[in-house]
């Protein structure tokens, strides 16, 4: 069955550090990966996506790029600030299919 | 244009007793989805509706949980009667089409639902 394995948190950094948190899957085809964030006290919110092999979603200085030889899907970023803490949850949706296949979520925590 | 909502955004019941969640997803949106988060687990799929209609409820978890979308527009998901294992975040996803796939989902903050 599909699945997404992403690092386990939280992940603890100070303003400006480099960020990446790890995400894997299983799928059968060729899905579509997302990256989800969640805010305190709000909605999962898109934060980026890559609908085929090494396509790069960005967005608000994030970047993942669609590597299906290793089928991984790692975000990053370059700098992060305290705005930026929240939980990161990876996921991918199947072709043909409309529902999401999630990770266990990530916690990010940044420090001034 | 208003997202996603739900109600209510916390719940505490007993054991045995019954909750109902409620999703007003976008208007005009013809899909709605309800997922849910065990705390410390990923977020899972529970149903899909499509306008009125059942498109996919493969992922609920028993008979104890009802999902209703009456007239295509907000849905409700009862829990009845609830169990220890049914606490848990239980977001709630609107998008747009027919057909379903492809299209960006918009998700609520979910509903916090704490059984004692």
């Known amino acids: 069955g599909n699945s997404v394995t992403q690092m386990e948190g939280p992940v603890t950094l100070s303003e400006e550090a480099f960020l990446t948190i790890n995400c894997t899957y299983t799928?059968?085809?060729?899905?579509?990966l997302f990256w989800y964030v969640q805010y305190p006290g709000e909605g999962l919110q898109l934060l980026l996506k890559a609908t085929k092999a090494d396509d790069k979603g960005s967005n608000k200085g994030f970047e993942a790029t669609y590597r299906k030889e290793t089928t991984s899907f790692h975000l990053e970023k370059g700098s992060v600030q305290v705005s930026d803490s929240a939980v990161y949850f990876c996921?991918?949706?199947?072709?043909?299919?409309?529902?999401?296949?999630f990770g266990k979520g990530t916690m990010l925590l940044v420090s001034p | 244009e208003a997202g996603v909502t739900q109600f209510p955004s916390h719940s505490v019941i007993e054991k045995g007793q019954t909750v109902t969640l409620r999703c007003d997803p976008i208007s005009g949106h013809d899909n709605l989805y309800w997922y849910r988060r065990v705390m410390g687990k990923e977020i899972k799929f529970l149903l899909h509706f499509v306008k009125e209609s059942k498109q996919d409820e493969s992922g609920m978890p028993n008979n104890r949980f009802l999902a209703e979308r009456t007239g295509g527009t907000y849905s409700t998901l009862k829990v009845q009667p609830a169990e220890l294992e049914d606490s848990g975040v239980y977001f709630c996803?609107?998008?747009?089409?027919?057909?379903?796939?492809?299209?960006?989902?918009?998700f609520g903050p979910g509903t916090r639902l704490t059984v004692l």
């Open positions: 996921a991918l949706r199947r072709g043909g299919y409309s529902t999401l296949t």
């Open positions: 996803a609107s998008s747009r089409g027919l057909a379903g796939g492809g299209n960006e989902q918009f």
């Open positions: 799928a059968t085809g060729y899905p579509s």
